[in-house]
């Protein structure tokens, strides 16, 4: 019968091989997850700022050239609640920005057309939630 000590000695090469492969393993899992992680944020990030960049041309062409089909605020509200919803998988940093952003929306939108000040107030809305963005797209590894 042999002992511990000596089946150790003998399948030492195997157990270093299982410990190589369970480590190796793991890495791959945890480094499949990291980068599906950062993929799901990326393509939200980018859906934000296009929406983001969509919203913007809303309230131009309602505040600048009174076109109130291109700059319809029904419009608006969709590209709102869609920011809004999308930054619930985001950071905190960008969930408060969209939710910044919402809130401005909310207060401003019905005055944009004519009061320049509405209309800034969510045009910077939406510059810090884009800013906010490009902070998180440049942390991603």
Do not use: C
Not at 33 to 43: K, P
Not at 50 to 64: G, M, P
Not at 96 to 117: C, F, G, I, P, Y
């Amino acid at each position: 019968m042999m002992r511990i000590g000596q089946q150790i000695r003998t399948n030492l090469v195997a157990l270093i091989s299982l410990l190589v492969a369970l480590s190796a393993l793991g890495y791959t899992a945890w480094r499949q997850e990291l980068t599906e992680d950062n993929r799901t944020l990326r393509v939200a990030a980018f859906s934000m700022l296009q929406t983001a960049e969509q919203l913007q041309s809303v309230v131009d062409f309602a505040h600048y050239d009174a076109d109130l089909k291109a700059g319809n605020p029904i419009k608006g509200w969709g590209k709102v609640l869609y920011i809004r919803d999308l930054g619930i998988i985001m950071p905190p940093h960008v969930q408060k920005q969209a939710r910044d952003l919402q809130r401005t929306w909310e207060q401003n939108w019905s005055v944009m057309e004519q009061d320049e000040a509405a209309a800034m107030r969510i045009t910077q809305a939406i510059e810090r939630l884009r800013a906010e963005v490009r902070v998180l797209l440049v942390s991603l590894q």
